[in-house]
T-cell receptor
């Protein structure tokens, strides 16, 4: 299983762009990169998923360099409500491969006023 | 339902007792997962169902843990002879078959406390 490494915590201020980088040096060819967000007392919530280059949706962007050994989740103009734990996962994207989706300890993002 | 529903939301039991945790997935989702999350840690995979069968139960920590999904919808996680180390939040997630595995929809979890 591809192991991921993320910063334990990050602080930011409201309105700033936040970039959280995840290292996954032994990512496999078929692995996708997925990010989840988790608030206290709630289950994780899917944010974004990608394979290479850049993916953007209504809440975030995901940047993946050509070697795919790392990825960066970008949150534009964060607000206090973005304070949460963010998890980076790598694993196969086909059904039946949930075992490959392993959560690490995540990054605690704290947005300050 | 609108989302993944888990009951009970909180369960306090004594060491050695038997516990059942229930998960009602999103209607139409054939894939169902159980995770366990300890304080300050990320979710830890336990078991995965595709339909009625357990496709991967390699995450179950020992034979005190068992899960069923008899009709391919609701699932029950069963823990026998509970130990204090079993205290955690048990999360259930579901997804559509054929969709990217990464898109899991989680419930709010069942917090188990073993005294």
């Amino acid at each position: 299983l591809a192991k991921t490494t993320q910063p334990i915590s990050m602080d930011s201020y409201e309105g700033q762009e936040v970039n959280i980088t995840c290292s996954h040096n032994n990512i496999a060819t078929n692995d996708y990169i997925t990010w989840y967000q988790q608030f206290p007392s709630q289950g994780p919530r899917f944010i974004i998923q990608g394979y290479k280059t850049k993916v953007t949706n209504e809440v975030a962007s995901l940047f993946i360099p050509a070697d795919r050994k790392s990825s960066t989740l970008s949150l534009p103009r964060v607000s206090l409500s973005d304070t949460a734990v963010y998890y980076c996962l790598v694993g196969l994207s086909r059904s039946g491969s949930a075992r490959q989706l392993t959560f690490g300890s995540g990054t605690q993002l704290t947005v300050l006023p | 339902g609108a989302g993944v529903s888990q009951t009970p939301s909180n369960k306090v039991t004594e060491k050695g007792k038997y516990v059942e945790l229930r998960c009602d997935p999103i209607s139409g989702h054939t894939a169902l997962y159980w995770y366990r999350q300890s304080l300050g840690q990320g979710p830890e995979f336990l078991i995965y169902f595709q339909g009625t069968g357990a496709a991967d139960d390699s995450g179950l920590p020992n034979d005190r843990f068992f899960a069923v999904r008899p009709e391919g919808s609701v699932s029950t996680l069963k823990i026998q002879r509970t130990e204090r180390g079993d205290s955690a939040v048990y999360l259930c997630a579901s997804s559509l078959a054929g969709r990217l595995v990464g898109e899991l929809f989680f419930g709010e979890g069942s917090r188990l406390t073993v005294l």
